[in-house]
């Protein structure tokens, strides 16, 4: 594009924002609505980074300000401005929800963050040098923490600042130690600076890179954080947190790994521990996500489980560099970005489909929801597409990208030492993703099914307004679903350009061949459509009755309850699981015990609770030298003196 | 004066200041520590002489004069008087005993010998073994310092670190600039006056100068 | 074109035959149980009983509730027709091992919510058993397959598969092929609910699965939904006999390999029926607990044919 | 050209006699802050001068661009510290806790604080820089011990013991130093001043200086809060009036640390490498101590008096890293933790006299009872524990990068895990304060002059974060270079 140009579409993106966000602190009843439309017409030109990109090839653009480290600027390649205009039209969605839902803060700080938040993504998917980058990345963590903060939910939010600062200072200091090899801040001018560092350096970058990001998203043990946080933190807080600042993250994390780090193939050793860590991750969360009674927390153990999918297939791609095809790791990483773009689409929906559910229903807790799909047929529909796509049923987008991570899993025989590597890598990616799809059942069946749980009845029905957002998320699941292919095809072309990685399409052109999602889906909406068509022409009468109650009369309760239903699985994987078993006095009887399983997080349990133990033990430890007394404060002066002047005399 | 002479009259000054450190440290009366810091005061003017007469700096005789004034006489009548107006008490309570406070001084003593000694050849004064006995004395203060509990023995024992630091100070360059020695050396006073109406004020707020008392601030 | 018609008219053809098969299955159940046990032919009047009927629904189910047995027959359909049966190459450009197996999920998805769907407790439990076993059989299907592919040189397009093993001829009937062959088929009995996963033929509250989950059908809903498990199983028996045994398999479609393919198709179909029969009257079914056991099993089975592909 | 240096310290003294001279505390109040305004006018050309590189050197004084940075610092933190005086003290007035003469009085020795800080970054003599600073402590043990309470009186009679035993040793190095520099220059009246003292930093003898630093460290660090001689600093901070502490933390420590860097340039060409060490270890301990008091503070100041050391800890590991962008970023860190320190600890006077106590367990419902002081209190939060787009962030990565471009991978690592550490116990300790209903009795304070210096260190520490004209970040360069003998 022209620099003018370029110029002029970054601040009808940027600047309605940064209005937005001092709109939105002005104290009146108006400052919400005029602050998210603000926001909704940077997102909205957001959304249009890829169409412009395919007009007018990359934007770029440096700010008339700099830095401390320099100007500040920005550059939009291929990549980038596909997962900004993806991360846009979930931005927009889930804004224009916001909007009209009850349970969204009223004022207009809310949306003044969001705005930030808007601001804060862009800029660190688009960064082209490291300050800006950094601050944009610190700053997703400050709005998704400040957005995230309601009522009582102070420690679950102060948990989730200081894990995801960990991983912030984490990705810091790989930035900083790679500006120490490069030449120069840009970071466009950065490509496989592991020539210049050697391979344990760039080994320590890319732990550092992935435990770093890996906070974000929740990479073990560094997970804790999301359950307790998406399940106080206001519902468009959390659906923006799993899906736009993930895309952030898996972004910034592909890029450095594999265009500015470069993978070589001494790494051999640490992807399959990366490999490890993430399939463990993923499998944990899906285990975890079974026992969870809301749905916000099985939402969040889901995330956990996609993103480690995506980390997966980044690491098979660091594997895949030791004697793999370039066509190979560029599918695998294909597969990786793939993912988080439709885990970014239909995470949304599903956040969105939970939240109104609760603004619906006043309820939190899957146990007394039900019946949803009877009242609300629209709404049901809506989000069956949205638990489709989570369970990676074709034809909608979860299946492509999961299709695509077990093809290039399948593809990688061969190469060195993978073959027990790669089978356990399927197995992974198998049960992790059969384990999401029964929680995504669950979920799904004891939100929408079966008969109200609770007297309490369905407050309010779901308005268009709300379902609008959820309706463009359902047809962007589909969507990119069928033109799965095509969208595999482009970020193919992306990595291309933004790794060392060769290009070579062998493989790409073999998969329009194999993954047919059209065909699928015409096929069986067809067949579908056809034998429906067939039995209304032939219409048979249908009575309604009540559920066959085997002669006692049905009550609410009387249903499978939620934890009874993944209970077979628990027992199964029972060593797993931290469950304590808890006896309590009955308050209705005195004579009666009440036994409760409680599913407490083993890591929070063993490994933060001790931790934070330990860490407070030694500040009280080091907190009694303070002890009041002047005379113990000479002492400490005269103990350094002396020991200091020994110290330089004798050594 | 003869530079032999001369030499041995700072010898025997210094060795005196350092004993008479030592014997603040055994002191249990307030009293005779302000007597022992008097006295070692005087040695240290008596030593600006010594050293302003051998060397020709007539500055050095202000400073002994100063000194004399002051720290012979000035702050120990105005401590005495403080400490019968406060009913302080004659005794320095003191955190450690005797013989283990002297035998910390020893080792005080031997650690000021084993730094400065490198420095010795570096200086080419007529004064610089006097180098780790000033070391000494301004441990031997700071020592005093963390040992002793009341307001006003702290004072003695910064006051006595001063000293010292004033031995260093001619030890190994015959005195600084005259700007800066008197520009010291009221600051000095200052500290002392400020610290004396603080520790009139905390008297008057407590009851008492033993800062043992003074132990509420902390974690 | 000709391509096309072979394809719908295999398709077509392995409808036609599911529930003959389920018939012949449950006949020869019977007698090795020395009973004289129905017609082969029952499955048909059954099925078409059940079109004629009209339909009681529960008052708590929603529009979920009838929508899902076209799903599910659909989804057969649509596996129908990319499953090699006689012809081995018709599917090509969406014929996927893959896929497939993802179809499955489906299927097995929207019997489940099913379940869920009229708020019983047969549905639930039901629902909820199959999920258990579904994610035990997930990684060994998954990687029976991959066995599968690997040893047919990394594709997974399916009718890429029997010429390739044919191709290699007999050396090809390595540890690896039956190692995963016989994970498939431990698959094969799981995913159909057979002994001694599940019995088709109990209603007892508290063993059943399968027919836990379409305790609240009748009617169409319920001919469909019997429709598309005997199709199920039809689909698994002929995977086995297409791609891991896939000798006879009509390569080109010239009218005598054409022969020869029906001929061998229907004769390894049978085979594999008799077997499940065999092992109906033989096994119980198992303690539900104690089927991670078998299904870890094949797991192991399917993990060893994979490294007996490189070690062997 | 002489440009009138000694007006920097003029003024100040004449404000002083001036406010004693006032009819009622608030026109005291006014003078000082008229005062501190002329002194950033005053010091504006001299400053600038400085910057572009030409040293000022005449009489006593020497003004060079070192000296300018700590002087504008100084400045700013004043003009605040007199604006938000004015408010907090009437409100002292109103509620009888001290009279109008002591408001008076404590703009006196307010004045001649300012006077004594901005003393020490222009006389040339290291011996008079001692002077000085010896002067500073015993103008602020006034202002610490100003609310007569038992506690005041502790934490003052604590200060000026310590930090007098501090600056004891202090001059013991100064002498050191002197011993080493009349050796080589022979009896020059001048061989204590420190542009001669750095011209022949070369010649001195390494043994003397060694030995020097280490007294200089020990002495000056006291008065800079460095652990462990920084015992002092939680008392003095917490029990001063709240512009007080906030000069105290954000311009006294500066001033210590500005004598440790004069000697430690000097020891950096005596003994390369030593003094680096030296600074290096006691920022560490400071930055660890600073994170382990922080977590377990329940006192709101005391807090803030800890994360002081710890940022001096912080800075003293950049300036002991030593490389011109490792020094780079540690003199954006003083100018950025000295802008952002007095926010927090206003929003934190405000707290302690709306809610009438010190103690964070106690203070729930900010946000709904003083909207504007919890907004502020969170964004200084947020500001000094180093999160973008403030400045404080920039200077600890700067610093960081600064370490890693060094090779010093685990003083890098080391930092972080304490900036960790701290990070987690003052937001928590803060935001829990956040949250809950109006708090009833408590008297919120309002005023322009409370809510007029946040807001401008608000704007300055967020605009030094994200924008750097290029004159400052090359006047900043060109210190890091001459400081890190780059030059």
Redesign the interface.
């Known amino acids: 594009m022209f620099p003018v140009y370029d110029g002029l579409y970054l601040s009808l993106m940027l600047v309605p924002a940064v209005f937005g966000v001092v709109v939105g602190a002005v104290p009146s009843k108006h400052a919400k609505a005029a602050s998210a439309s603000l926001c909704g017409w940077s997102a909205l030109m957001g959304a249009l980074a890829y169409p412009l990109f395919l007009y007018g090839g990359t934007v770029s653009y440096t700010f008339p ?5 320099g100007p500040y600027s920005v550059l939009m390649d291929d990549l980038s401005s596909m997962i900004v205009s993806i991360s846009s039209v979930v931005f927009l969605a889930v804004l224009s929800h916001m909007m009209r839902s009850a349970s969204a803060p009223r004022n207009g700080k809310y949306a003044s963050l969001a705005c930030t938040l808007f601001i804060a993504c862009v800029l660190a998917m688009c960064a082209d040098t490291v ?1 800006l980058l ?3 990345w ?2 997703v ?2 709005a998704t923490f400040l957005m995230s ?1 309601r ?2 939910n ?1 420690t679950a ?2 948990k989730f ?2 894990i995801a ?2 991983g912030g ?2 990705v ?2 790989s930035f ?2 790679m ?2 090899y490069a030449d120069g801040q840009t970071l466009s001018s950065w490509s496989d600076l592991s020539t210049v560092m050697g391979v344990p350096a760039s080994c320590g970058v890319i732990v550092l890179l992935f435990v770093g990001f890996g906070t974000k998203l929740g990479l073990i043990p560094f997970h804790v954080w999301m359950p307790d946080l998406y399940s106080s933190a206001p519902t468009h807080t959390s659906a923006l947190m799993s899906t736009v600042s993930s895309n952030v993250a898996v972004l910034v994390l592909f890029k450095s790994v594999f265009g500015y780090v470069g993978v070589s193939d001494e790494m051999y050793v640490l992807a399959v521990i990366l490999m490890a860590a993430s399939s463990f991750t993923a499998i944990w969360g899906a285990l975890e996500s079974l026992v969870q009674t809301e749905p916000k927390r099985i939402l969040a153990y889901s995330s956990m489980e996609n993103m480690a999918l995506v980390l997966l297939c980044f690491s098979l791609g660091m594997l895949f560099s030791d004697g793999g095809s370039p066509g190979l790791i560029t599918m695998v990483l294909v597969a990786g970005l793939f993912h988080a773009l439709n885990h970014s689409v239909f995470k949304s929906l599903m956040m969105l489909t939970v939240g109104s559910a609760e603004d619906c229903t006043g309820e939190t807790a899957m146990e007394r929801m ?2 949803l ?2 009242l609300m ?1 629209a709404f ?1 529909i809506v989000s ?1 597409v949205a638990v ?1 796509s989570m ?4 034809p909608f987008n979860g ?1 492509a990208s ?2 695509l991570m ?2 290039s ?3 990688g ?2 190469i060195h030492m993978t ?2 590597i790669l ?1 356990l890598g ?2 992974v ?3 992790s ?3 999401a ?2 929680s995504y ?2 979920l ?3 939100m ?4 109200p749980r609770s007297e309490r009845r369905v407050s309010k029905m779901i308005g268009a307004s709300s379902l609008a957002p959820m309706v463009l998320l359902a047809l962007l699941c589909f969507a990119m679903g069928i033109f799965a292919t095509d969208i595999m095809g482009r970020l193919a072309g992306g990595i291309g350009a933004s790794t060392t990685i060769p290009s070579d399409d062998s493989y790409m052109a073999h998969l329009a ?4 999602v059209p ?2 889906a015409g ?3 067809v ?3 056809a ?2 068509g067939l ?1 209304r022409v032939f219409r ?9 109650d085997c002669g006692t009369p ?1 009550t609410e309760e ?3 309850s939620s934890v ?6 628990v ?2 994987f029972h060593p797993l699981y931290g469950d304590v078993m808890e006896l309590s006095d009955d308050e209705s009887s005195k004579d009666c015990k009440r036994y409760s399983i409680r599913f407490a997080e083993p890591f929070a349990e063993r490994l933060y609770v001790p931790l934070s133990n330990l ?2 033990k ?21 103990i ?3 020991t ?3 110290a ?2 004798f050594i | 004066m003869d530079v032999v002479i001369s030499g041995n009259l700072i010898d025997l000054c210094v060795v005196a200041m350092l004993l008479l450190s030592m014997l603040a440290m055994t002191t249990t009366r307030i009293a005779q520590l302000l007597n022992a810091f008097a006295v070692q005061s005087l040695f240290l003017a008596f030593l600006a002489f010594v050293v302003a007469d051998s060397t020709g700096r007539s500055e050095l005789y202000v400073l002994g004069a100063i000194t004399l004034a002051v720290k012979v006489a000035g702050i120990p009548w105005a401590m005495k008087n403080t400490a019968v107006r406060l009913h302080a008490g004659r005794e320095v309570d003191s955190t450690m005993g005797i013989p283990g406070s002297l035998l910390i001084s020893a080792a005080l003593i031997i650690v000021a010998y084993l730094v400065t000694e490198p420095l010795m050849a570096t200086v080419d004064t007529i004064t610089r073994n006097c180098l780790a006995m000033s070391m000494s004395v301004i441990l031997i203060g700071l020592f005093m310092m963390v040992t002793r509990r009341k307001a006003m023995t702290e004072a003695v024992g910064l006051l006595m670190m001063e000293n010292g630091l004033f031995l260093g100070i001619m030890s190994i360059s015959y005195g600084m600039p005259l700007v800066v020695e008197i520009g010291i050396f009221f600051d000095v006073l200052m500290v002392a006056v400020i610290i004396g109406i603080f520790a009139l004020r905390i008297s008057r707020a407590f009851d008492t100068i033993d800062t043992s008392v003074l132990r509420r601030l902390k974690e | 074109m000709t391509c096309v018609i072979l394809s719908l008219s295999q398709a077509a053809l392995m409808i036609a035959l599911s529930p003959l098969f389920a018939g012949i299955l449950r006949k020869t159940k019977a007698r090795m149980q020395h009973r004289v046990g129905s017609s082969v032919f029952q499955p048909y009047r059954d099925v078409a009983k059940l079109f004629r009927k009209s339909e009681t629904v529960s008052k708590d189910a929603s529009w979920l509730f009838r929508f899902i047995p076209y799903v599910c027959f659909g989804s057969m359909v649509l596996l129908s027709l990319m499953t090699p049966f006689v012809l081995a190459d018709v599917a090509a450009p969406y014929g996927d091992l893959i896929s497939m197996v993802y179809i499955f999920t489906l299927y097995r998805f929207m019997m489940v919510l099913g379940g869920l769907e009229g708020g019983s407790v047969f549905g639930g439990m039901g629902s909820s058993r199959e999920m258990m076993m579904s994610v035990l059989i997930e990684p060994s299907l998954l990687l029976s397959l991959m066995a599968l592919s690997g040893l047919t040189g990394g594709s997974t397009v399916m009718s890429d598969i029997p010429p390739a093993l044919i191709g290699m001829g007999v050396i090809v009937l390595a540890p690896a092929l039956v190692l995963a062959a016989s994970s498939f088929f431990i698959t094969l009995l799981a995913e159909n609910a057979r002994v001694p996963f599940d019995n088709p033929s109990t209603h007892l509250e508290l063993t059943m699965v399968h027919e836990g989950m379409l305790i609240e059908y009748s009617g169409r809903g319920l001919g469909l939904m019997e429709l598309s498990s005997m199709m199920r199983i039809m689909i698994f028996a002929s995977m086995i006999g297409a791609l891991f045994f896939p000798w006879g398999i009509a390569l080109t479609s010239s009218p005598a390999d054409l022969a020869v393919g029906v001929a061998s198709m229907l004769l390894k179909v049978l085979m594999i029926m008799l077997a499940i029969a065999a092992i109906e009257s033989y096994l119980a079914k198992y303690r539900l607990f104690r089927l991670p056991n078998l299904l870890t099993a094949s797991f192991a089975l399917s993990l060893l044919a994979m490294i007996s592909l490189y070690i062997l | 050209m002489t440009l009138g240096v000694e007006l920097l310290i003029i003024i100040p003294v004449a404000a002083a006699l001036l406010s004693l001279a006032m009819p009622s505390g608030k026109t005291a109040a006014v003078v000082s802050v008229a005062c501190s305004a002329a002194v950033i006018l005053v010091s504006l050309p001299i400053c600038i001068k400085a910057l572009g590189g030409e040293a000022t050197e005449y009489g006593l004084w020497y003004v060079d661009r070192l000296s300018a940075v700590f002087i504008l610092v100084i400045g700013v933190v004043g003009l605040m510290s007199a604006m938000y005086s004015y408010g907090y003290l009437s409100r002292d007035v109103e509620e009888k806790e001290i009279s109008s003469k002591d408001e008076r009085q404590y703009h006196m020795m307010f004045n001649l604080f300012v006077a004594a800080m901005l003393s020490v970054c222009i006389v040339s003599s290291m011996g008079i820089l001692w002077i000085t600073i010896e002067i500073t402590t015993l103008v602020s043990a006034f202002l610490v011990g100003f609310y007569r309470r038992n506690s005041a009186l502790e934490a003052t009679w604590k200060y000026l013991m310590i930090c007098s035993v501090g600056i004891t040793l202090g001059l013991v190095g100064i002498t050191l130093m002197y011993a080493s520099s009349s050796h080589v220059l022979g009896d020059d009246p001048g061989a204590l001043n420190w542009p001669v003292l750095y011209e022949a930093a070369a010649g001195l003898d390494p043994t003397l200086i060694k030995m020097a630093f280490v007294f200089v460290i020990i002495g000056f660090g006291t008065k800079m809060g460095l652990v462990p001689m920084h015992t002092w600093l939680p008392d003095a901070h917490s029990q001063s009036p709240t512009p007080v502490s906030a000069m105290l933390s954000a311009a006294l420590l500066n001033c210590a640390l500005y004598a440790i860097l004069r000697f430690q340039m000097i020891a950096d060409v005596a003994v390369p490498g030593f003094a680096s060490m030296l600074m290096i270890g006691f920022g560490m301990l400071s930055l660890a101590a600073a994170a382990a008091f922080i977590l377990i503070s329940k006192d709101i100041k005391r807090m803030l008096a800890y994360s002081s050391i710890e940022h001096m800890g912080i800075i003293a590991i950049g300036f002991g890293i030593g490389t011109p962008l490792a020094v780079f970023g540690a003199l954006f860190h003083i100018i950025a933790h000295s802008m952002t320190k007095p926010l927090v600890f206003f929003s934190a006077g405000n707290v302690i006299q709306g809610y009438g106590t010190r103690d964070m367990d106690e203070v729930r419902g900010l946000r709904k009872t003083m909207p504007f002081t919890a907004f502020m209190l969170g964004a200084g939060t947020l500001a000094i524990v180093g999160l973008p787009p403030f400045s404080v962030f920039v200077g600890e990565i700067t610093i960081l990068s600064g370490a890693v471009s060094a090779g010093m991978y685990h003083v890098a690592a080391l930092t972080v895990v304490f900036i960790v550490l701290v990070f987690a116990g003052f937001t928590r300790n803060i935001f829990k304060m956040m949250p809950g209903d109006v708090a009833t009795g408590a008297k919120v304070p309002r005023g322009l002059s409370r809510s007029l210096p946040m807001a401008l260190l608000l704007v300055i520490t967020l605009l030094l974060g994200l924008f750097m004209p290029e004159g400052v970040s090359n006047a900043l360069w060109s210190i890091a270079d001459w400081f890190s003998g780059a030059v």
């Open positions: 300000v700099p830095s401390a480290w300050m950094l601050m944009a610190e700053t963590t400050l903060l009522g009582k102070g939010a102060w600042f200081v600062h960990v200072l984490m810091i200091c900083l130690a500006a120490s039900g019946g799909a009877k047929p049901s069956l489709l369970a990676a049923v074709p299946f999961e299709w077990v093809q899993l399948m593809g025989e061969g073959e027990i089978p399927v197995a990616v198998g049960i993703g059969m384990m799809a029964v059942a669950r799904y069946g004891f929408f099914l079966g008969r061949g194999t993954l047919n065909m699928l096929i069986l909406l067949s579908v459509f034998v429906s039995s048979k009468k249908s009575t309604r009755s009540p559920t066959w049905l009387m249903q499978y009874g239903f993944s209970q077979p699985l027992r199964v860490v407070m030694g500040a009280k430890y080091v907190g009694r030298t303070q002890n009041g007394n002047i005379q113990s404060y000479f002492g400490y002066i005269l350094v003196l002396v200091l002047l020994v330089v005399r």
